[in-house]
């Protein structure tokens, strides 16, 4: 247990693949389970559900920076690539909460939102930011032996 904590919750040294799969894997739970609840309590309203987003965000930004920022270690990263795609994400989070840049247009009886064409061409840019992200921090191997982060992990030493 303690070793999960630490894991979600300490931004030293470096971790492995498995390690960030497994850290990711734990925030998608809790992720999930407290949008289960926060749906049930909303009765369906879109705007609390939007807000209800943000807060999750805001409540998983320590875990997932913290999981990310030793995987960017173990790649000799320092990690601002990092700190521009959670910030990114909260901006969008927020901008998309908000209903800046979105409208709401009526699909056959059923309220839709749609984004303006540039707040598409942000979630755009951001999606291919995160896709290069996430072959960065879940696929590619770390640097092998040490480095100014610390141990390889997958040498046994860390």
């Given at each position: 247990?303690?070793?999960i904590i630490s894991l979600l919750?300490?931004?030293e040294g470096r971790i492995?693949?498995?390690q960030w799969w497994l850290g990711v894997l734990a925030l998608i739970i809790i992720?999930?389970?407290?949008?289960?609840?926060?749906?049930?309590v909303s009765f369906g309203n879109a705007t609390f559900m939007a807000w209800a987003a943000v807060l999750i965000n805001l409540?998983?930004?320590?875990?997932?920076?913290?999981?990310?920022l030793k995987r960017r270690h173990d790649r000799g990263n320092d990690g601002?690539?990092?700190k521009i795609l959670i910030g990114a994400s909260i901006v969008l989070n927020l901008l998309q909460a908000s209903g800046i840049g979105v409208t709401m247009v009526d699909n056959g009886g059923i309220l839709m939102p749609m984004p303006a064409i540039w707040l598409g061409v942000l979630n755009l840019i951001f999606a291919?930011?995160?896709i290069y992200m996430l072959v960065q921090l879940g696929f590619l191997r770390g640097t092998a032996g040490a480095n100014r982060y610390g141990p390889d992990p997958l040498d046994g030493a860390a």
């Open positions: 247990m303690d070793a919750t300490t931004t492995g693949r498995k992720s999930i389970a407290i949008s289960i609840v926060l749906g049930i409540v998983l930004i320590w875990p997932s920076y913290c999981i990310g601002t690539d990092l291919v930011f995160a």
